[in-house]
T-cell receptor, first 115, second 114 residues
Framework: DTGVSQDPRHKITKRGQNVTFRCDPI?????LYWYRQTLGQGPEFLTY????????KSRLLSDRFSAERPKGSFSTLEIQRTEQGDSAMYLC?????????????FGQGTRLTVV | GNSVTQMEGPVTLSEEAFLTINCTYT??????LFWYVQYPGEGLQLLLK?????DKGSNKGFEATYRKETTSFHLEKGSVQVSDSAVYFC?????????????FGTGTRLLVSP
């Protein structure tokens, strides 16, 4: 399978704990995106990488959130001191460098539940 | 800022019925427009797209036309199947950003019964 892979698929954590999610993009894709989708809403943009450089971050990404993409391959999204409001589906997508109409391919997401 | 508005669901139809899911947008400039579909338990998949005014995107019997004058991109299908049951998201991408930054609508759930 050469699609976008996310791990874990589900995560339940207690409030105040730290969690880390991983995304493996399609191998030749140099662009990687993180989105967050809460229940009943569409996905919202969080951050964007081109290769290893994080080029844009949404205001939604508070100081408790950090994303990395070492060596321009896989990416991790860490949430520190989780809050109940962080409960959501976290989606990763990747694309080839190109215009803004270039297709982004999405993973199946990591569903986070903070109890 | 940029935004997308979709009709609320669920939309409930019988098999072979005609489908329309309305989508309107607000954007500066001339965005690209997309429909994504999310089947149960799966990730988002691109269904179709249109990159300029009057373009028609089509795939798997679904169609949508980029209407600049009404800022709309309504999704249509002439005859739905049970397997089309899913959540459909309208989205736009602002070319000025230089990358694929998508702004999504809230999604419309489609339920097709036999």
């Amino acid at each position: 399978d050469t699609g976008v892979s996310q791990d874990p698929r589900h995560k339940i954590t207690k409030r105040g704990q730290n969690v880390t999610f991983r995304c493996d993009p399609i191998s030749e894709h140099n662009r990687l995106y993180w989105y967050r989708q809460t229940l009943g809403q569409g996905p919202e943009f969080l951050t964007y990488f081109q290769n290893e450089a994080q080029l844009e971050k949404s205001r939604l990404l508070s100081d408790r959130f950090s994303a990395e993409r070492p060596k321009g391959s896989f990416s991790t999204l860490e949430i520190q001191r989780t809050e109940q409001g962080d409960s959501a589906m976290y989606l990763c997508a990747s694309s080839l460098k190109g215009q803004a109409n270039t297709e982004a391919f999405f993973g199946q997401g990591t569903r986070l539940t903070v109890v | 800022g940029n935004s997308v508005t979709q009709m609320e669901g669920p939309v409930t139809l019988s098999e072979e019925a005609f489908l329309t899911i309305n989508c309107t947008y607000t954007a500066t400039g001339y965005p690209s427009l997309f429909w994504y579909v999310q089947y149960p338990g799966e990730g988002l998949q691109l269904l179709l797209k249109a990159t300029k005014a009057d373009d028609k995107g089509s795939n798997k019997g679904f169609e949508a036309t980029y209407r600049k004058e009404t800022t709309s991109f309504h999704l249509e299908k002439g005859s739905v199947q049970v397997s089309d049951s899913a959540v459909y998201f309208c989205a736009l991408s602002d070319l000025n950003t230089g990358f694929q930054k998508l702004v999504f609508g809230t999604g419309t759930r489609l339920l097709v019964s036999p």
